[in-house]
């Protein structure tokens, strides 16, 4: 089957003009994301385009000095785009950086030392410093793919894995000193040439949807976070504890485990708010959660319940455990006095403890009626604590 013969020229330029295509779409779509490398991979796109346009125009300009600019520019647009993930991942200017930025520099200068006048081995230099920058960019997205919400990541990584395989037949002796000087003239060369033109098209779409992708993926994962923190205290809110706690349970209910909480109530809170006014009981409100979080253990899941209230999920605790940590909790309280504009205010709360050995029928019931009847115990143990005369903790009779 004869198949049409494929111009290199016109494939190169087509994927130079896309590349710049892709800048101002990352430019447009980037408005929303100040700070996290969108210039970078932009001009990433912008250079990339310029070098593919050279490499067309290198049988109608000076062949070997147009073919040489255009590498010099691939390798800077490959250092621009590694640049640019390591400042999607809020990474500071390090020395890494001004290495990755210095390869691009170096393999020209190492041309004209080690190569001379032989074009062959510097298009093979060329090519070497390409394959050691794609594996600088591997290792930044292996070495942070934990901290990257989505997939995005994995389909940068494909990319750089299709375009190094790409890349690496041309960095061996022996092998063609250009794209462009060799002209396919079987069928398996005009299926390679073909292929190899696809190949540096879709790497450049790969990887401005890969970084848009990651993008989008922060910016979701941010408003999750977001919807399940309290504004005001910044703590955890009642959703979340309940997106924890659905995740736990299963475990503890299957190992019979102990779950518990202590449920805390800002004392004379609404006194507060009526006579110092709404921004005083922010700050109160505040001031709390502050203190309970310096006090807790990671292990004590800690979260606004709502209103003046506050609640803690202790897991793998027995009695004698839980009141202690209660304890702690009312005394941080009662010791830590908040300062408004020099006027010193004393704040204390009250707390209920109830626990509950959970069994593996349990873990058939819904979340909320597991933990809902638990948390009114703790609610009565916490009242029983305020007609005792506050500022202390009180023990479910339940437990």
Not at 41 to 64: C, N
Not at 106 to 122: E, I
Not at 204 to 218: G, N
Not at 279 to 298: E, S
Request: aromatic share 8%; proline share 4%; charged share 20%.
């Amino acid at each position: 089957m004869q198949i049409p013969f494929l111009n290199p020229e016109t494939a190169f330029a087509m994927t130079g003009l896309s590349g710049w295509s892709l800048a101002v779409l990352v430019g447009v779509v980037g408005r929303r994301f100040p700070r996290q490398g969108v210039a970078w991979i932009m001009l990433s796109m912008v250079t990339f385009g310029a070098g593919y346009l050279l490499i067309a125009l290198s049988k109608t300009l000076p062949t070997e000095a147009t073919l040489l600019a255009s590498y010099v520019l691939l390798g800077l647009a490959s250092a621009a785009a590694t640049l640019g993930l390591r400042r999607f991942l809020l990474r500071r200017w390090d020395r890494w950086d001004t290495l990755i930025a210095l390869i691009p520099v170096v393999f020209p200068v190492l041309w004209g030392v080690v190569s001379h006048d032989d074009f062959a081995r510097r298009v093979q230099l060329v090519n070497t410093g390409f394959v050691i920058q794609i594996a600088v960019l591997c290792t930044v997205i292996l070495r942070a793919r934990k901290g990257i919400a989505g997939n995005g990541w994995k389909l940068m990584l494909l990319g750089a894995g299709i375009q190094a395989l790409t890349v690496l037949p041309f960095a061996f002796p022996g092998s063609p000193p250009s794209t462009v000087d060799h002209i396919a003239q079987s069928t398996a060369e005009q299926i390679f040439t073909w292929a190899l033109c696809v190949v540096m098209f879709l790497n450049l779409q790969l990887s401005v949807l890969s970084y848009l992708m990651m993008l989008q993926d922060r910016l979701n994962d941010e408003e999750r976070v977001a919807a399940e923190l309290d504004a005001l205290t910044q703590l955890p809110n009642r959703r979340s504890l309940e997106r924890r706690l659905a995740h736990m349970l299963p475990g503890l209910h299957r190992d019979g485990e102990t779950l518990g909480f202590i449920l805390l109530d800002i004392d004379h809170f609404k006194r507060v708010n009526d006579t110092l006014g709404h921004d005083v009981g922010d700050l109160v409100l505040q001031h709390v959660a502050k203190v309970l979080r310096q006090h807790l253990r990671q292990v004590e899941l800690l979260a606004r319940y709502g209103g003046e209230e506050f609640v803690v999920a202790l897991t793998h605790a027995d009695t004698q455990s839980a009141t202690k940590v209660a304890e702690r909790l009312v005394q941080a309280v009662r010791d830590t006095p908040l300062l408004i504009d020099g006027a010193v205010h004393q704040v204390t709360v009250s707390a209920g403890v109830h626990l509950q050995r959970l069994s593996l029928a349990d873990g058939r019931q819904p979340l909320a009626e597991v933990w809902g009847p638990m948390i009114r115990e703790a609610d009565l143990a916490m009242y029983a604590a305020k007609r005792a005369g506050r500022d202390r903790f009180a023990v479910s009779g339940n437990c």
